[in-house]
Structures are given as structure tokens and as C-alpha cells.
């Protein structure tokens, strides 16, 4: 009878306690300047290295607003201090605590790219190899004939055949530098060639296009209805071209021109504004002053934009494709004074908007001006856009578009500031990571992933040179 009044007493005063903490937390709401503060007390870490965080590591959900247990140790550690001039002290408080009790310190967790508050999410280091030695692989170090098979299966689309592998090992003593040089230089050799087939160009690349273009098959210009506007082939023959050839991938969000299929089925610049054959505003009639690239295409503006007087959609699919950060998962927000401005009366300066819209608003003024579907103006640049019949927006007085807290005057300065981005030299990277390995870098992968999408300057923004580099690391040629 004791023990039952001593668990009761015990359960009032932690059911008590509790009901304190939550009556006490400061406004109860998550605060969307909380992710940049974090990255500027620890710009090192992996999620801020051509990153910004999310609202993750500390909450549950942002609306309605739950914290996890670190995130409840920040608040503790606030101690009362405001939000904006004490986080950066609280996190540092609390680094060698391990609020989600799962054996390593919030620090350890940050570094290690794991959230410190769940217990679920930690890292464990793979045990080091042991028993009978493998005569097949170097398991656990770099393989060479491993990253061959490897290089085959991935970027040609089948495995080498027996007698490649054998004229890939011929005359070769792995033991010396000599034949390590050697085998460097013919895995380099057939990854060239595979970076040059038709499977990698149309098929690899053409999968990784898929969900940054969101082709229609359904009504696309190949499909019995045979709509005109759905004519996304431009836009895969634009992203096949900048990522292929040793070209500037920054053209993705930069061409002023497109690119069509010749005869021969090779790929052909094509410059200016034309239209097709039939049917309203088909081909590329933007003006070429106005284009940038990929987020600017007939079809990007057709899909995402549609009939939107304020293209929150198209910003989004840009900030995600290009950049990595998805606004909808509270991803690479940078609230901007006095936004959300509500400027099409759509309610979001509300509280479960505002947290998400003083970022994404800014960020799509400047799509305000090229019409989506719009009779004779589809696809075009229009400085008159905002003030038309049925896109009428009567609060429009041309607000300050800005990108990573960066003003911007137009859409092409926009993506010149994105494509000149770390977010947007990350994204590449890890588009081509998550393809070839079917997932993103592990804790002891970080180093190297970082340094392939820094060397990108170096490497004059070219995709086949990254590629390169990815299959000399040991996440691609380590079994």
C-alpha cells in the first residue's frame, strides 16, 4: 500500500511538472529565425555546409507547436533570456548533455549529423572487419575492381562483361604504385566512357530530370491528346546538356537559350524566341533576356505557375530542385523583415502561415511577372502581369524579392544568386550521391562529400569532372 501511494505521488508530482514546463514555454510557437541563428553558431556542421537547417532538431512539429527533448533543454537553458540574443549561448550550454539519453552528447550528435533529440536517430560506427580474409574484395578499403564492376552497372547500365574484367586487371601487380596508377587510370578511362552512352544521357540523368520537371505523360505532346503546352521534351534536353560534356551545371538556372534533338538524335543549341507549329504559345517564345534556365522553361511556367497571381508553387519547386530545401518541410527558411505581407489576401500572415511565408513570398515575387497559362501570353515576361484581368493582384506595389536573405531585382538575378550558391553546389552533389549510392552520406562520408561539391569552382562546375571524383572516394569503391 505504501509503494502504490509512493508511485501515485510520484506520477502527481512528474504529470505537475510537466503541465509547468508546457504552460511556461515562451509563446508556444516555433520561431522560423531559429534555423539561420543555428547555422551561424555552428556553420561547421554537416546540415549547415550549403545548407540551412529545419526546424528538426528541436521540434516534434512546428503547428502545433511540440518540442523534442533537446529542444526542450534549449528552452531550459534560454533561462528566460529573449529568444533571438540567447539561443545561440543556450545551444552552446547544452553541448555536452544528451537530451535523448541515447549514449552520445548533443555536440557528438550534431557532428555526427543525427538528431540529439531521438534516441532512435544516433550513429554507431561499422565494426572493423574480422575473420577469414575475402579473396574476392578489400572489404572495408578501396577496391578496385569493385569500383570497376561498380562503374559499369551504374553509369553504363550493365555490369562489365568476364573478359573486360580480365583486360582491366591484365598485366597489373595491385601491391605497387605502378599498378594502382595503372588501375586508376582504366577505371577513369571506361568511366569517361560510360559518362559518353546513351544509357547515362537518356535513361540516368533522365530519371534524376523526372521530379524536378513533372512531365504530363498523360496529355503530353506525345501522348493521343497530343497537348502542346506539355511539351516538357525541352526541358529534359536542357538538363541532359549542361550535365553532360564537361559544361557549366550552373546553366541549369542560367541558359538564355534551349535545346533540341537534330536529325542525328544529338543535342543542338538553339538561340532567340520562336513557336511552334499549333496550338497557343507553344516552343520558347519567352524573351531571352528573361530567361534562367530550367525555372523559367514553357513547361515549368505551365505547371507550376498555371493561372497563380503569386507563384508560391513555381518559388518552392525552384528552392527544392535547385537548391536542396523544401519549404513545405520547413527547410531553408530565412524570414525576411516584416514578411509575410499577405499582398494577395491569402491569410498567410496567420500564425501557422507566417512561420513559412515571411520566407516563401520574398522568395516568389519575382515569378509574379512571367505568365503560366495566359492566352497569347503564355510563357512570357510580362511587366503588366500582376494588373491583368484574372491575375489581378490589387495590392501589388512590386515588394522586394529576395533569395538567401540576398535582394534581388528580377528572376534572372534570382537564379544568378542561387546557381552561385553552396546550397546550389550541395544539391549537385548529393543529387548524384543519392543516385549512385541510393542514399546520402554517412558520418564518415561528410568529409569527402564536402570536398567533391567545394572542388566544383575548381572543376569549372562540370558534372563528368565531380563524377570523377565521387568513384575515387571510398563510398563508391569501398565494399
Not at 505521488?9 to 510537466?18: K, Q
Not at 532567340?272 to 534556365?293: D, N
Amino acid at each position: 500500500m505504501h509503494n502504490q501511494r509512493s508511485k501515485i505521488s510520484l506520477l502527481t508530482v512528474v504529470a505537475a511538472t510537466l503541465l509547468m514546463l508546457v504552460c511556461m514555454l515562451p509563446n508556444a510557437e516555433a520561431k522560423p529565425t531559429g534555423p539561420g541563428i543555428f547555422c551561424q553558431t555552428y556553420p561547421e556542421m554537416p546540415v549547415c555546409q550549403g545548407n540551412l537547417v529545419a526546424c528538426s532538431p528541436c521540434h516534434d512539429s512546428t503547428w502545433p507547436t511540440s518540442w523534442n527533448a533537446y529542444g526542450l533543454d534549449v528552452w531550459v537553458a534560454l533561462n528566460g533570456e529573449p529568444y533571438e540574443q540567447g539561443l545561440a549561448t543556450a545551444l552552446q550550454t547544452i553541448e555536452d548533455i544528451d537530451s535523448d539519453q541515447d549514449g552520445l552528447t548533443n555536440l557528438q550528435e550534431l557532428l555526427s549529423n543525427t538528431m540529439p533529440g531521438e534516441a532512435q536517430s544516433v550513429w554507431i560506427d561499422p565494426p572493423t572487419p574480422i575473420g577469414l580474409s575475402n579473396s574476392w574484395y578489400e572489404v572495408g578499403s578501396f577496391d578496385y575492381r569493385f569500383a570497376f564492376r561498380r562503374v559499369g552497372a551504374i553509369f553504363c547500365g550493365q555490369s562489365p562483361t568476364y573478359e573486360e574484367l580480365i583486360a582491366f586487371e591484365e598485366g597489373v601487380d595491385p601491391g605497387t604504385e605502378e599498378g594502382q596508377a595503372l588501375l586508376d587510370e582504366r577505371l577513369h578511362d571506361y568511366m569517361g566512357y560510360c559518362l559518353d552512352t546513351v544509357y547515362w544521357r537518356r535513361t540516368a540523368l533522365w530519371s534524376m530530370a523526372d521530379k524536378r520537371i513533372r512531365p504530363l505523360t498523360a496529355a503530353g505532346v506525345n501522348s493521343s491528346i497530343g497537348l502542346v503546352l506539355a511539351d516538357y521534351y525541352w526541358d529534359y534536353y536542357l538538363f541532359e546538356y549542361v550535365l553532360t560534356g564537361d559544361r557549366d551545371a550552373r546553366h541549369l538556372l542560367t541558359a538564355d537559350y534551349h535545346v533540341q534533338e537534330d536529325l542525328n538524335g544529338d543535342l543542338e543549341v538553339v538561340t532567340g524566341s520562336f513557336a511552334g507549329e499549333a496550338g497557343i504559345a507553344p516552343g520558347q517564345p519567352l524573351q531571352v533576356e528573361r530567361r534562367a534556365g530550367m525555372i523559367t522553361t514553357q513547361w515549368f511556367l505551365v505547371i507550376n505557375t498555371m493561372f497563380s497571381p503569386l507563384p508560391r508553387t513555381s518559388a518552392a519547386h525552384a528552392l527544392r530542385s535547385y537548391l536542396g530545401m523544401d519549404i513545405a518541410r520547413s527547410e531553408g527558411l530565412l524570414p525576411v523583415e516584416n514578411e509575410p505581407i499577405d499582398i494577395d489576401n491569402k491569410g498567410v500572415a496567420e500564425a501557422p502561415c507566417s512561420h513559412c511565408h515571411s520566407t516563401l513570398d520574398p522568395l516568389s515575387y519575382s515569378f509574379t511577372y512571367y505568365h503560366g497559362i495566359y492566352g497569347n501570353l503564355t510563357g512570357l515576361y510580362d511587366p503588366n502581369r500582376p494588373d491583368r484581368v484574372n491575375v489581378e493582384i490589387p495590392g501589388w506595389n512590386d515588394p522586394q524579392s529576395v533569395i538567401l536573405g540576398q535582394p534581388v531585382d528580377d528572376l534572372v538575378e534570382w537564379a544568378h544568386v542561387a546557381s552561385e550558391s553552396d546550397e546550389f553546389k550541395r544539391n549537385l552533389a548529393d543529387m548524384f550521391f543519392q543516385y549512385v549510392l541510393d542514399r546520402g552520406p554517412d558520418p564518415q562520408e561528410q568529409e569527402s562529400f564536402t570536398e567533391i561539391w567545394k572542388a566544383l569552382p575548381e572543376d569549372d562546375y562540370s558534372v563528368n569532372r565531380m563524377l570523377h571524383r565521387l568513384i575515387d572516394t571510398d563510398a563508391f569503391g569501398a565494399p
